[in-house]
């Protein structure tokens, strides 16, 4: 039966989460720091050396690595109250692409890889990258992958270009995704390499300048030019690399979802104390029914959302993939909170689509919600192709 009840510690510990982001963080989404490319990596080290004094950094690590391996549910709880900010999750250590990352080294890393790769990005102390995107092949269709990679027995050597990298500007923790070409060692196909973002052969070629600016360190363009690592380097098994891509994504769409509900409810929490203050034709524009409607209607899809995640994440939480219901998810949640923000800038009037408030930023950020992990055409793609079966 489903229960959606939220414990007395659970609803303490969201108050907390709430009470720390609105006194230590929201401070500093004026900081000079949070740039056209996203918090740089010194402010993202203070807001997370804050988090940690407060007990409150990775804390959806899985016990044995030092965090106490919430539930979805939970996560879904106090994620949506570390959203208030969009920092919030950056200085939680809860934000992407290191959050998806975490979970999905926690799941196929070995104990050597963990200790090196996993456990300094828990800590807080580096970052991570999963870099799958290319200009020319993979994007919505993984299938599509043309970075290379060949296999002497010995070494792999990588070739290839991939863009919308997020955070690959002085990440440590890169997970590649290539083709790994026919050879008499491994299986062919599709495979992920763990390896250090100083390597020789990893090349950054810029930082795209891109609408958001909520991801530390923006969005690079990335090649890999022979890049040669040991088998080591191998992540999981040779050939599995869409499976565990997969693996990684259902529960990062719907943390993605819980982190943008949180900054939803921000900006109609803003555009409901403006719409009890300004006045226009004699009254508070919110006792306008034009006004009053605008509200009314983010009230009721911040709710759907809300029950929608916590429906998937509850399906989850009893050990089903809930791939289909992440994917219902992941569309809905992310056009219905465009539409929220969007309704927020318009309660605002002119000074919505000003920094005058965080409205205007949630919006811009809030816009490639609807293209990452899956654009909504690609889930609702996979969505229909299920009712047609
Ligand atoms: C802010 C941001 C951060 C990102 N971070 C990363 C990252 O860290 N690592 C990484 O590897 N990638 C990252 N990406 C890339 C992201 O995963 C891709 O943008 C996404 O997979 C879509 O691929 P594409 O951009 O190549 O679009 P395309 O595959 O070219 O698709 C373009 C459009 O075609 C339509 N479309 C595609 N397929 C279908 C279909 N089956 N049915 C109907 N319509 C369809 C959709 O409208 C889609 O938006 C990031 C993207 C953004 C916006």
């Known amino acids: 039966m489903i229960d959606f009840s939220i414990s007395t510690e659970l609803a303490a510990e969201r108050d907390r989460v709430r009470q720390f982001v609105t006194d230590k963080i929201v401070p500093y989404e004026r900081d000079s720091r949070l740039t056209s490319h996203g918090p740089t990596d010194e402010l993202r080290q203070e807001l997370v050396q804050l988090a940690k004094d407060a007990g409150l950094l990775t804390i959806q690590a899985p016990e044995e690595f030092g965090g106490r391996g919430l539930t979805h549910v939970e996560q879904a709880v106090l994620y949506e109250a570390a959203g208030w900010s969009t920092l919030g999750p950056v200085a939680m250590n809860c934000a992407a692409p290191d959050e998806g990352n975490m979970f999905l080294l926690g799941k196929v890393a070995d104990p050597e890889q963990i200790q090196t790769y996993l456990a300094p990005v828990i800590a807080g102390e580096q970052r991570s990258v999963f870099a799958m995107t290319e200009p020319d092949g993979a994007g919505s269709d993984p299938n599509q992958l043309s970075t290379s990679a060949t296999f002497d027995g010995e070494n792999f050597t ?6 919308l990298i997020t955070g690959a500007n002085g990440a440590k923790t890169w997970i590649i995704m290539a ?31 891109t609408m958001d600016r909520n991801y530390v360190a923006g969005h690079g363009v990335v090649r890999f030019d022979n890049l040669t690592l040991p088998k080591a380097a191998l992540l999981g098994e040779a050939g599995q690399a869409l499976r565990y891509a997969q693996l990684r994504l259902a529960p990062a769409r719907l943390t993605h979802c819980m982190r943008w509900l ?29 006004v009053s409607f605008l509200l ?31 994917s219902i998810a992941k569309a809905y949640v992310s056009e219905e909170l465009f539409k929220v923000a969007d309704r927020c800038v318009q309660v605002l009037g002119g000074i919505g689509i000003s920094d005058e408030t965080v409205v205007e930023m949630i919006f811009r950020d809030m816009r490639a919600f609807r293209l990452y992990d899956g654009p909504t055409e690609v889930h609702k793609y996979a969505i229909g192709k299920k009712v047609l079966r």
């Open 158 to 163: 990588i070739n290839g270009r991939k863009w």
């Open 179 to 209: 083709r790994l070409a026919e050879n008499p060692h491994l299986p062919a196909g599709p495979t992920l390499f763990l390896t250090d973002g100083d390597q020789q052969g990893i090349v950054i070629e810029r930082t795209m300048n």
């Open 262 to 290: 949180g900054a939803a409810e921000r900006a109609q929490h803003i555009a409901v104390e403006h719409a009890k203050t300004r006045t226009a034709f004699g009254r508070p524009i919110g006792e306008h029914e034009g």
């Open 296 to 326: 009314a209607d983010n009230e009721i899809a911040l709710h759907q959302c809300r029950l929608t995640i916590w429906h998937a994440c509850w399906l989850m939480d009893q050990g089903e993939k809930a791939r289909h219901e992440s």
